[in-house]
């Protein structure tokens, strides 16, 4: 059940209109990393643990919830830019009243002017945002990323978390108004503490990584190919080579470290195509694999079939 509490979570107060930034602002209403994306997201995401994992179902549902929140802001704040459209372009008897609001007639041309650099918002909303990104293309389902195993949705989650972080970073240098900033301020700062919650969440899952069940074939996990060249040609015979704990040494493995293949076409082929490759830096046999592949497969079907409910209907 959803409750809708008419008060805005954040304050949210514009200097003056701003038709152009109102256009760059539907961004975080209707674009691809959005506030629509996220509260659907984590929403979609919700349904799968909603009986295998209560806690990170209440998770979701929190912070979807505070999303659509977000996704209102977004809004008042387009409308408050946008005011002068809304509602005097809506006054068809008594046009003349832009121009006296925008202060005579060079100011209604110049108001005008700002406004069609998305004519949306004259033609289509009135001076209200429209479930758009900023050029225009509509918002799309295919924004969602839901796979139905935590772990990856939740790494999703902080991905999506920092897109939208960095978007609201750059919508800053796009206004000298104040009450925008802090808006923005604000909705920036709330994708940081939705990253440390998705993360702190993900820690509680182990083992987490790979993501899923099945865990890697010991022969490829553990090798990095040197598949380029520097700008000279070199690269292939072990000059200009780019190092560091991506391909060298331990890295981020708990066990063994990275296994260098400094010229993979030579490699490739005297491994017949990698099939009679054998395990390069994992400490892990095949067999160590298969069994972990098994008590993680019963591991995670008994967390979810522990949680359902006996009789067949689920009831949220």
């Known amino acids: 059940m959803f409750h809708h509490v008419k008060e805005l979570q954040f304050d949210v107060r514009v200097s003056e209109p701003d038709p152009r930034f109102a256009r760059l602002l539907l961004e975080q209403f209707g674009g691809g990393n959005g506030e629509l994306k996220a509260a659907m997201q984590y929403f979609t995401q919700a349904f799968t643990c909603r009986r295998a994992y209560p806690e990170k179902y209440d998770l979701l549902m929190d912070i979807a919830t505070e999303e659509f929140s977000h996704l209102e802001i977004v809004g008042a704040l387009i409308t ?3 005011d002068g459209v809304n509602p005097e372009m809506k006054n ?8 006296h609001v925008m202060n005579g007639k060079a100011g209604k041309e ?5 406004a069609l650099t998305n004519p949306q918002f004259l033609v289509l909303s009135g001076g209200g945002p429209t479930v758009t990104d900023s050029v225009g293309t509509p918002w799309s389902g295919n924004y969602v990323n839901a796979n139905g195993d935590l772990s990856v949705d939740l790494r999703s989650n902080i991905a999506a978390e920092s897109r939208a972080k960095i978007v609201y970073e750059y919508l ?3 206004t000298d108004d104040e009450h925008v900033r802090d808006s923005l301020r604000f909705l920036m700062t709330r994708e940081i503490a939705h990253f440390q919650m998705f993360s702190a969440a993900l820690d509680t899952i182990q083992p987490n990584f790979p993501p899923g069940v099945l865990q890697g074939d010991p022969r490829f996990t553990h090798t990095y190919f040197n598949m380029s060249e520097d700008e000279a040609g070199r690269g ?8 560091g704990p991506w391909n060298d040494g331990q890295g981020p493995w708990d066990q063994g470290e990275w296994a260098f293949i400094d010229d993979p076409v030579r490699h490739v082929r005297e491994t017949g195509g990698l099939t009679e490759q054998d395990i390069l830096g994992s400490e892990r046999s095949m067999r160590d694999v298969e069994r972990m592949d098994q008590e993680l497969s019963v591991q995670r079907s008994a967390e979810v079939t522990v949680s359902r409910p006996k009789r067949q209907a689920l009831k949220f």
């Open 92 to 99: 068809a008897v008594e046009r003349s009243s832009l121009a």
């Open 172 to 174: 800053m240098q796009f």
């Open 110 to 114: 110049t108001f005008i002017h700002e």
């Open 236 to 243: 292939r015979k072990g000059e200009g080579r780019t190092r």
């Open 80 to 82: 408050l830019l946008l």
